[in-house]
């Protein structure tokens, strides 16, 4: 019989997808989703704003616990450990972005994490397992912003991955869990209830909260299914529900498990090679180009010699931001990193260090630092450009502008690259044969029968091994200040 409802058909879809229908595509970026999140996830336990999220989630006990990434020390029950490895993930803006724009991995990769972790070893969850359950998840993101016109208004009320990560987070879980087609309805209506954070808190340290939340409230949503707890069945399609976002869907986009098409194998990710808001890599590179036609790659900008720096870029407010103070508010700002990469003619993590952000040199820049915002320059991550041009007090200008960056969905990272970002993100926290172990078996990962291979490397080295590394690192951050 036909289906009732847009809710029904994601319930129907979580539950009959199966490993057959993965792609080869999909597998190949799904893996390399997971290898990125990962190592974004063991960085971002270095941040302040983890070991808050940290701390108050060690108020819970419990006697099934799972790991939390690099951290040995710290075990929580699966709902917080995916809660806090979500805020890592999301601690630095370091994870991916997809298009419409939302972080998708952050919210899904913890929650399989945890669950792998903590539920009975029989049966054991394999990496196919684990990799059909990411991509529902993902999907599931997907499809929630890209079938109906009034899904693009999200972003304008909320933080999309607050929203529709919920609801990923929730079928991820589900698929894992083996809910039938009604308790993956029922947990789709319990996530709606939990979904939704917004934008005013961007370049903040709650941000990464909303990862986290999502991660933790899709797990909750399952396992509340799984106990009989009973929502709208047609929270989807409802106006009081979220039926204000799929007014005008068309039935065309519906998922089809006849003829199942994966919107992963239709458009990649964007990886990002600093931590920054996306919008900021258009700036980036832009900017690096201008650099080299004002001093060699070695030497000092000229910063007496600079009379105004103009960047055309798209009326994205909450992305500017012209005398950042926090590393929070620096990585969403177009002036902090166009004047960063002016400077020093590169950008890495050490680049948002408060140090770093407060140098004269950088204030000084930014002094000189207008904002043009062209009518044909939307805010779109499929469209959008950064224009700079740099003038001299001789009165020479140097302009370029950057149509697409080297990471983005049009221009991926090659495997090489993305392997060597997850190297130095995940050796602060691990050693260099775990870290190219784990690269090995998320190379592999549909071959693995047993997913704990996998998890009881993410707990990491052992506590002295832990404080070994974190010394190093912080006396690393302390020669660059």
């Not at 108020?59 to 616990?65: F, G, K, Q």
């Not at 140098?359 to 224009?387: G, I």
Request: proline letters at 6%; one cysteine or more.
């Amino acid at each position: 019989f036909p289906l009732k409802s847009i809710t029904e058909s994601f319930a129907t879809t979580i539950h009959g997808l199966k490993a057959g229908h993965l792609t080869d595509r999909v597998i190949q970026r799904s893996k390399r989703m997971i290898l990125d999140t990962l190592g974004a996830g063991f960085l971002g336990t270095s941040t302040e704003v983890f070991h808050k999220a940290s701390q108050y989630s060690k108020i819970y006990s419990s006697n099934i616990t799972s790991t939390v990434w690099g951290r040995p020390d710290i075990r929580l029950p699966p709902t917080y450990a995916a809660f806090v490895n979500g805020v890592a993930i999301h601690s630095m803006d370091f994870d991916d972005t997809w298009h419409p724009a939302t972080h998708p991995s952050g919210a899904v990769l913890p929650v399989l994490t945890a669950l792998a972790e903590a539920l009975p070893r029989s049966p054991k969850f394999s990496g196919l397992d684990l990799l059909l359950a990411f991509n529902v998840g993902i999907e599931v993101q997907g499809r929630l912003l890209h079938f109906a016109k009034e899904a693009k208004d999200i972003p304008k009320r909320f933080h999309p991955p607050s929203v529709v990560g919920t609801l990923g987070s929730a079928a991820a879980a589900s698929k894992f869990l083996g809910l039938s087609s009604t308790k993956c309805q029922e947990a789709l209506a319990i996530a709606v209830s939990h979904a939704g954070a917004p934008m005013a808190n961007a370049a903040t340290q709650t941000k990464p909260l909303h990862i986290g939340n999502a991660a933790k409230h899709g797990i909750e949503a399952a396992f509340l299914a799984m106990l009989g707890l009973q929502g709208n069945k047609q929270v989807l399609d409802l106006e009081a529900g979220f039926g204000a976002f799929y007014a005008n869907y068309s039935p065309k986009v519906l998922p089809n498990l006849d003829s199942y098409s994966w919107l992963l194998d239709q458009q990649d990710v964007a990886f990002k090679r600093f931590p920054a808001h996306l919008s900021t890599h258009w700036v980036a590179d832009a900017a690096a180009s201008v650099r080299k036609n004002l001093v060699a790659e070695t030497a000092l900008l000229p910063i007496d010699y600079i009379k105004r720096i103009v960047l055309r870029i798209p009326n994205v407010q909450y992305v500017n931001r012209p005398f950042p103070d926090s590393e929070h508010e620096a990585r969403h700002s177009f002036q902090y990193v166009a004047c960063a990469m002016l400077l020093d003619g590169s950008i890495a993590v050490p680049a948002f260090h408060e140090c770093q952000i407060n140098r004269p040199q950088v204030r000084e820049l930014l002094s000189k630092v207008e904002l043009e915002y062209p009518p044909d320059n939307l805010p779109s991550f499929n469209t959008l450009y950064c224009e700079i041009s740099v003038t001299l007090k001789d009165g020479a200008t140097f302009t370029h502008r950057s149509d697409t960056f080297y990471g983005h969905w049009r221009e991926p990272l090659s495997q090489e690259d993305l392997e060597e970002k997850f190297r130095a993100n995940a050796s602060k926290m691990l050693s260099c044969d775990m870290v190219e172990s784990l690269i090995k078996i998320v190379e592999n990962l549909e071959d693995l029968e047993d997913c704990s291979v996998l998890t009881t490397l993410l707990k990491g080295p052992s506590p002295p091994e832990v404080a070994s590394n974190s010394s190093a690192y912080n006396n690393s951050i302390t020669n660059l200040s």
